[in-house]
């Protein structure tokens, strides 16, 4: 038992396209290098403008998924409304700072549009410390293979469809080089119209 | 109880190497940075060395043990030469340097090998190497610190794995010294031990022409 964060494995990738953000994620779940299921969802909507990822070990998945779900209800019953994806990504930041001397261990990812339709990227690691970026964040643990093919397939200003294709190939790419992630892909396009949710079969191992 | 600082003849000097074999030319390309921890002592080491007119050797790891090593083969070329009475073949010296690195079992080589050429028929391969001397024929490798980065772009652009709708053809050789720049460009901006010039050769038959392109110096 050396690195906690890669024991369940998983990988997550968020790409900004033009006015549309995609996050994807792979599907197996594992106990170090024993596959237990292929179905595994780390994708959580939080609203119809907020898609929250998340990486790591997967009991902290289950339970961070439920607080949040949880925070956000009394965030929109006491404001009134949904909450702001960089109000979100404060707020997830805030959660596991919290813990900073006995942490969560997981790494999330937030992709979502604010107000005006503009995309919203964040990464951060397990204390909260986040990184926004305009283009890719990437976390888990192909994360280094996934910044070698964003870093050259992405293109800024891309339509939901180019986006889909672009964030798809260089997930799976990545996959095929970690044996702790991969078991298929599911990828969401969030526009201003809406969620589309597909999901890509891959190398089964 | 606090861990004991302990000497260690091994440093880890980063670098990249990429080799991508095409039907009749080979491309074999590294960075030049040489890094000390956190620090660049120098800018312009070059990685990759000539054997032969078609046959080059590029090697990320310890920069020590990488110009010892390339010593140590272009001299066993040279009696292998004088014996023989002409050039050592691709695979010859593909089958010598696994042999010469486990020799050292014990007390390995810091170097991650690639060697490539055109092989006799007139083809072009690539050999990746661990440390120890476990090697591969194949078609493309990459190796070094931006390793994790490069190889999965190379997968997908070169072997068109993924890639349902694509019809798999092969690389033209200014195709592939174009894809090539580009993963570079890519693993210089996440990989702090991979950076300032690049050297290709782009190897044929006719021999090998190198080409130096400039990195980012950050």
Redesign the interface.
């Known amino acids: 038992m050396t690195d906690i964060l890669s024991y369940n494995g998983g990988t997550i990738v968020a790409m900004a396209g033009d006015r549309c953000v995609a996050i994807a994620s792979d599907r197996r779940l594992g106990v170090q290098y024993t596959t237990i299921a292929t179905d595994m969802t780390r994708v959580f909507k939080m609203h119809d403008r907020l898609l929250l990822g998340l990486t790591g070990l997967a009991t902290d998945l289950t339970t961070l998924r439920n607080l949040f779900n949880f925070r956000l209800n009394l965030y929109k019953m006491r404001e009134g409304r949904l909450i702001k994806p960089k109000t979100f990504a404060n707020l997830v930041s805030s959660t596991l700072y919290a813990k900073r001397f006995g942490p969560y261990f997981c790494e999330p990812v937030i992709a979502g549009l604010d107000d005006e339709g503009n995309p919203f990227l964040c990464a951060m690691d397990l204390l909260g410390a986040s990184s926004n970026d305009d283009s890719f964040v990437v976390c888990g643990t192909s994360a280094?293979?996934l910044?070698?093919?964003c870093?050259?397939?992405y293109q800024p200003g891309l339509g939901p469809d180019d986006l889909f294709e672009t964030i798809s190939?260089c997930l799976?790419?990545?996959l095929?080089?970690d044996c702790l992630s991969g078991w298929g892909a599911e990828v969401y396009i969030l526009t201003p119209s809406g969620i589309t949710h597909k999901t890509l079969k891959?190398r089964m191992d | 109880m606090a861990a004991r600082r302990q000497w260690s003849p091994y440093v880890d000097n980063g670098g990249t190497v990429v080799g991508v074999a095409g039907k009749d030319f080979c491309v074999m390309a590294a960075d030049t940075r040489l890094s000390l921890g956190y620090s660049v002592p120098a800018r312009d080491v070059s990685r990759l060395t000539k054997l032969a007119p078609s046959v080059v050797i590029g090697t990320a790891g310890m920069q020590a043990d990488t110009a010892r090593l390339h010593n140590v083969i272009q001299t066993n070329m040279t009696v292998y030469e004088h014996s023989h009475r002409r050039v050592m073949r691709l695979g010859a010296i593909a089958q010598m340097l696994s042999v010469l690195l486990y020799q050292r079992r014990f007390f390995p080589y810091y170097t991650f090998n690639v060697i490539g050429g055109i092989d006799e028929h007139g083809e072009g391969f690539v050999y990746g190497y661990d440390a120890i001397g476990s090697h591969e024929r194949v078609k493309v490798v990459c190796t070094g610190s931006a390793q994790s980065q490069i190889q999965p772009v190379l997968d997908n652009q070169v072997e068109f794995k993924q890639q349902y709708g694509s019809q798999k053809r092969d690389l033209s050789l200014e195709e592939t010294v174009d894809l090539v720049k580009d993963v570079f460009s890519s693993a210089c901006e996440r990989d702090i031990y991979t950076g300032d010039f690049l050297e290709i050769y782009k190897i044929t038959k006719a021999g090998s022409e190198m080409e130096r392109f400039e990195l980012k110096l950050d």
């Open positions: 280094e293979s910044l070698g093919t870093e050259t397939f190939q799976l790419s990545a095929d080089r891959a």
